[in-house]
């Protein structure tokens, strides 16, 4: 059971937005990191320390943080974003790295 | 580019010993930590253990404590996962990831394809 939760799956049609959630205790003091992982292939980060874009990272993914919680943020779906996301932050109380269960995400 | 190669998965039985290897390139290896992940094919990410850069951090997750060292090499860009009494749990493809700073607390920046391991009789 995965110390972070994630919703295992959302969806929305092609064009709209989508947001995932990704809650813990362990977020509180620390940063968020986003993983996006298509099948058959190696994670990808996505978004780092809350809500930076690495270089390369379209401007429709958005990260955002409150709290014991935070977000990701997908406008302007397309069919090519349909892939596993994965949250996960450093536990210093557990002196761990802590990623949530995934999300699929479905454009339908 | 940063690229990472990972090695030494295979087929073993429960008990036994595995060693799995990371090679870098594309980067200054003895600059940033490094992280081995595992995921189980069609499950979630497990991190594994990470390394600091210069071996004096380390930190594992608690169902690999005391089974599982990792250590690097920075001279010959490798990093490593010596794995003892593996058992069937342990059955995972293992990413070989790198870390943003020189300690493992910030984030994977960076991954390899992974290499598989089946712990089977």
């Known amino acids: 059971q995965s110390v972070l939760t994630q919703p295992p799956s959302v969806s929305a049609a092609p064009g709209q937005k989508v947001t995932i959630s990704c809650s813990g205790i362990?977020?509180?003091?620390?940063?968020v990191s986003w993983y996006q992982q298509f099948p058959g292939t190696a994670p990808k980060l996505l978004i780092s320390e809350n809500h930076n874009r690495p270089s390369g990272i379209s401007e429709r993914f958005s990260g955002s943080k409150s709290g014991t919680s935070a977000t990701l943020g997908i406008t302007g779906l397309q069919t090519g974003d349909e892939a596993d996301y994965y949250c996960?932050?450093?536990?210093?109380?557990?002196?761990?790295?802590?990623f949530g269960g995934g999300t699929k995400l479905t454009v339908l | 580019e940063v690229q990472l190669e990972e090695s030494g998965g295979s087929l073993t039985q429960p008990g036994r010993s595995l060693r799995l290897s990371c090679v870098g390139s594309g980067f200054i290896f003895e600059d940033y930590a490094m992280h081995w992940v595992r995921q189980v094919p069609g499950k979630g990410l497990e991190w594994v253990s990470g390394?600091?850069?210069?071996?004096?951090?380390?930190a594992y997750v608690d169902s690999v404590r005391g089974r599982f060292t990792i250590s690097r090499d920075n001279a010959k860009k490798s990093l490593h996962l010596q794995m003892n009494s593996l058992r069937a749990e342990d059955t995972a493809l293992y990413y070989c990831a790198k870390d943003k700073g020189s300690y493992y607390e910030n984030y994977l920046d960076s991954w390899g394809q992974g290499t598989l391991v089946t712990v089977s009789s």
């Open positions: 996960g932050t450093w536990d210093s109380s557990q002196n761990s790295w802590v």
């Open positions: 390394i600091s850069w210069d071996s004096r951090s380390i």
């Open positions: 362990n977020i509180g003091n620390g940063f």
